[in-house]
């Protein structure tokens, strides 16, 4: 978690799940029991918080002013009748309020695009957090490799250039999708199915020391 830490406490950036994603995570077949744990603990701490009804005045940032909850809930509804619910309404709440989304289902940003409906943008994955996380050192790259590994053996998502080899020797390859713009650059710009650039180049709240 401590990735997602850092996107709070260092960039001030709330990461949030929409219910759907909290019912699809505790109640998945192969991980939900090892993932339980990890999410309760994120959840009391703050790391992450939930984007329901009774949250969002709080949670929604400046750029969704004057995008209401039920708005997004009947964008996700719409989506919903084309992919899963937790991507669908996790979509629908980045358009609606203009941030950036984490999922590892491309699948579904193609469902959206060929039904002519407007996926999040950018699409972060795990790995876009991580390298964040080694760029301003807050993980090394061993600790970035034993992650690397660890999904390669769990058959999880992994980006094609770290298959075959470690962290570190894979990151130019890398089309990072979200970087510290203070930092020295990692990996490359990758640009989406409109030719704009994905990489969101993102500014510490905190004092670099």
């Not at 509804?77 to 996790?90: I, M, P, R």
């Amino acid at each position: 978690m401590v990735p997602l830490r850092q996107l709070k406490m260092t960039y001030g950036m709330q990461p949030v799940i929409v219910p759907e994603v909290e019912v699809e995570l505790r109640s998945h077949k192969r991980l939900g029991i090892r993932c339980e744990p990890q999410l309760n603990k994120a959840l009391h701490s703050g790391t992450i918080q939930i984007l329901d009804k009774s949250s969002f005045a709080g949670l929604v940032p400046i750029s969704g002013v004057g995008t209401s909850f039920a708005e997004i809930q009947e964008l996700g509804n719409t989506y919903a009748l084309h992919v899963g619910s937790g991507e669908a309404y996790s979509h629908a709440a980045a358009v609606q309020l203009g941030t950036p989304i984490l999922s590892h289902d491309n699948q579904a940003v193609r469902i959206l695009l060929n039904q002519n409906f407007q996926p999040a943008s950018p699409v972060l994955r795990a790995f876009d957090i991580l390298a964040l996380s080694y760029q301003i050192g807050s993980i090394t790259g061993i600790q970035a490799d034993q992650f690397r590994k660890c999904l390669l053996a769990e058959r999880e998502m992994l980006p094609a250039v770290f298959h075959n080899c470690g962290f570190e020797e894979g990151l130019p390859n890398f089309g990072c999708r979200i970087v510290d713009e203070e930092m020295l650059p990692i990996g490359f710009a990758q640009r989406d199915h409109n030719g704009a650039q994905l990489q969101m180049r993102v500014r510490r709240i905190t004092p670099t020391h």
